[in-house]
């Protein structure tokens, strides 16, 4: 009985330690001591083998010293312990965007997004891949469904409006960057691409007046 009771308590420790060594590499990351971090999530790692946190931990850190290899491989590590951690394909993402490979980042970026759609970083980089490839029909649904839940994300709304003027929807545009205004009227990149969203409803409205 006791030998099952220690067994458990022992048990609860490693657990404790493992999310305060995880803990402490994230705290670590955030203000840039890679080494310490990296050290917190590798002890994390063997604490934890099937955790896919601590690799997600490690990938960050390796990007963040421009090891994408690296990188790559501990992100790819943490999706094979949990093929839904968004994180890792987040992770993914960003080390092919660096690559210039933007056609995958597009991928692992929506893989990311349908696991989590509240994830902003892999939403930017959505937005960010998509203005290289041309492509925003996926991109404007994922802005859309982010500001149902985030209503006054004025940083989204702009991203928004201005995939709406390459999409040629004007009118859509405006409304969206007239919301900014109320929200921020001194928002100047909002200011600038407002003039050129009525230039262009102008210039489409004198259009349809030739041809009637």
């Known amino acids: 009985m006791d030998k099952k009771k220690n067994g458990v308590i022992g048990q609860d420790n490693t657990i404790q330690r493992y999310e305060e060594l995880q803990k402490l590499g994230d705290h670590y990351t955030s203000v840039g001591n890679y080494t310490q971090a990296q050290q917190c999530y590798g002890k994390a790692a063997s604490l934890s083998p099937d955790e896919p946190n601590p690799y997600v931990g490690l990938g960050v850190v390796a990007f963040q010293k421009n090891l994408l290899d690296d990188a790559e491989i501990a992100f790819r590590v943490a999706c094979r312990l949990d093929p839904d951690c968004s994180r890792a394909y987040a992770g993914l993402a960003m080390v092919a965007q660096e690559r210039a490979d933007y056609e995958k980042a597009f991928e692992m970026y929506l893989k990311c997004l349908e696991l ?49 003027v390459k999409e040629d929807r004007f009118e859509q545009s405006r409304k969206m960057l007239m ?14 691409l407002l003039e050129e969203v009525d230039r262009n409803l102008a210039r489409t409205k004198q259009a349809g007046v030739q041809i009637l």
């Open 179 to 192: 919301d900014i205004l109320t929200l921020d009227p001194g928002n100047k990149d909002a200011i600038n």
């Open 116 to 164: 989590d759609t509240d994830n902003l970083a892999a939403l930017l980089g959505l937005f960010q891949t998509s203005c290289q490839m041309g492509s925003f029909a996926k991109v404007i649904h994922y802005l859309e469904m982010y500001l149902s839940m985030h209503p006054d994300d004025s940083s989204v709304m702009f991203s928004l409006a201005a995939l709406y």
